[in-house]
């Protein structure tokens, strides 16, 4: 490979970008200001014979930019800069991916844009691929693109567009078979129930213009927000005193966040979104019982009471679920119905829950995986691939957070699986991955990608595993401040039945650079590294758990260790 830059002529670089981060002598132009620092070296790595260069360049424009405070202009030209050169070639879509990220993290007005650009590296890797597995196997991250973008797009108000997408990715994952598509049919749907409600609403407010005193215009347009545009917000904009009493004061309570209620509150929201679900068209449903679903999760939560309150919100919540599972949706985060003192206890960061094969959420087999007559998955030479609402999630909201809980109940078929063996893993492949639970040998492994550790393949040994007998692990990562020092670290703990046996800190990083991925279970998502065994109580927060939550959660299945 031709060496067309080094490390002191990028110091200098970085040097440079130290000075423009005050602006007082940076160059008002940010396309001139860039090519003060690399312009250089962005000429020579294009006439060099290997694309190698280009990706190299790519990622340290990405760590310098990651690194520094930058004017928003002067990033936006970096950050697109290093997706050119990285997406040249196939070794630099992941770095490509990165800069897209970081760019829509650090300039919110980018954000579309970088999804339309990741959309379109995705599509052009959907294209490539000329086998029917490999095809496959790029669809579910190119639907996933489709998807972000989508969103992005409808809460630009250019429905239209939105609609577009979400009908794309829906093509596409009835086409491969892939996990997740009512979940799509079902944004499909609540689309174009919003770009008919938006026609509804122009009316509507042009009437209301004309004649501000006229009361059932002001309901419908309300109603409007409310129900077929999940906008309680823009409704509450709207009330007056000629509004009656319960609409006044349940969208104004609609408008604060669940962890502003008290148990009472959230059960009386809970029905009287129930209530909005019974009259709301097929397309704006979903939106209702989703609402409902959540007011009712977070009463259970926080109401200790065992009493005939807690089981009236119980029932209606498994009442909701079915309406739900109705319209093919899966139960929101929890997966089922969640409350202190029972697996898998506080609902509060928590992404995904599978139980055993009752669980709501269905998850998609692959290979020879299958369920267990204890209603466990067994895998081997097989996979369980979770629904991909489900990444998305675990994506934005870990990347949110910067922390992690990976819960298990673990029973491996043999103490010599090597690779390490993928017991859970959110990963696109044997190379790329957010995170990876693994076995090698008798030990389970922890793969982590952070913002300061390049090195996605760098393992971390847990605990020791026993041979044909069940175990309970917890593993948690959170982001911790040094003593007497601003920096931080990474705080990896691991619980085995309820006990803490493992605490370690890692080079400080934050999940900001997770990408794209899909959570499954026993395997990879591409290349093989199947793991042997049975799972079942499977869970994943966005923060970490503490002791205290550890031992509770052993404790409720039953593992939890004597204490030495």
């Not at 030209?77 to 070794?91: C, E, G, I, W």
Request: proline share 2%.
């Amino acid at each position: 490979m031709n060496k067309t830059f080094d490390t002191k002529t990028l110091a200098a670089a970085a040097g440079l970008v130290l000075l423009l981060v005050g602006g007082a002598t940076a160059a008002e132009d940010p396309q001139e200001s860039f090519k003060a620092l690399f312009g250089e070296q962005v000429t020579k790595v294009k006439f060099t014979a290997t694309l190698a260069d280009d990706v190299k360049l790519a990622g340290e424009i990405v760590q310098i930019a990651g690194s520094n405070k930058l004017k928003k202009g002067l990033l936006t030209v970096m950050y697109n800069t290093a997706f050119d050169l990285a997406s040249r070639s196939v070794k630099g879509h992941a770095t490509a991916f990165d800069a897209m990220a970081n760019l829509s993290r650090a300039v919110s007005a980018e954000k579309t844009k970088c999804s339309q650009r990741s959309l379109m590296l995705h599509l052009k890797r959907f294209q490539m691929a000329r086998r029917t597995a490999d095809r496959k196997m790029m669809a579910g991250p190119y639907v996933q693109a489709l998807m972000r973008t989508s969103k992005l797009m409808a809460a630009d108000g250019n429905l239209d567009s939105a609609i577009a997408y979400s009908r794309k990715a829906l093509i596409t994952a009835v086409g491969f078979k892939l996990p997740g598509v009512a979940d799509i049919r079902s944004d499909n749907s609540r689309l174009m129930a919003m770009r008919s409600a938006a026609k509804k609403r122009q009316v509507l407010e042009t009437k209301l213009k004309v004649d501000p005193a006229d009361a059932e215009i002001r309901k419908k347009l309300i109603e409007l927000h409310l129900i077929d545009g999940d906008d309680p917000v823009a409704a509450s904009k709207l009330l007056n005193d000629d509004c009656d009493e319960m609409l006044r004061t349940y969208v104004a309570l609609a408008v604060k966040p669940l962890d502003k209620h008290e148990a009472t509150t959230l059960s009386e929201l809970g029905q009287w979104y129930g209530a909005l679900a019974e009259k709301a068209s097929l397309g704006a449903q979903a939106a209702m019982l989703r609402r409902t679903e959540g007011y009712y999760v977070r009463f259970l939560d926080i109401y200790a009471e065992k009493d005939a309150k807690r089981l009236r919100v119980s029932l209606a919540l498994a009442s909701v679920r079915r309406k739900l599972a109705k319209l093919g949706m899966s139960a929101s985060e929890s997966g089922g119905a969640v409350s202190s003192g029972s697996w898998p206890g506080s609902s509060r960061g928590l992404l995904f829950a599978w139980r055993d094969s009752s669980a709501m959420i269905k998850l998609t087999p692959r290979g020879k995986a299958h369920i267990a007559k204890d209603k466990s998955m067994s895998v081997g030479a097989g996979a369980f691939v979770a629904p991909g609402a489900i990444n998305a999630k675990l994506l934005a909201a870990c990347q949110k957070t910067n922390a992690l809980t990976i819960e298990a109940m673990i029973k491996t078929d043999s103490l010599k699986q090597s690779g390490p063996a993928r017991i859970i893993s959110f990963s696109q492949d044997g190379q790329q991955r957010n995170f990876t639970v693994g076995q090698e040998d008798g030990s389970l492994v922890f793969r982590l990608r952070t913002t300061s550790s390049s090195d996605q393949n760098s393992t971390i040994s847990l605990l020791k595993m026993s041979d044909d007998k069940w175990q309970h692990a917890v593993i948690t990562y959170e982001l911790e401040r040094l003593p007497s020092s601003s920096k931080t670290a990474g705080r990896i703990i691991a619980y085995l039945n309820g006990r803490r046996m493992t605490h370690k800190m890692k080079k400080g990083g934050q999940l900001s650079g997770w990408a794209s991925m899909h959570l499954l279970f026993g395997d990879e998502f591409a290349d093989k590294r199947d793991w042997a065994g049975h799972l079942k109580n499977i869970a994943i927060y966005a923060r970490a758990i503490t002791a205290k939550e550890a031992a509770a959660k052993a404790k409720a299945l039953g593992m939890l260790a004597p204490k030495k």
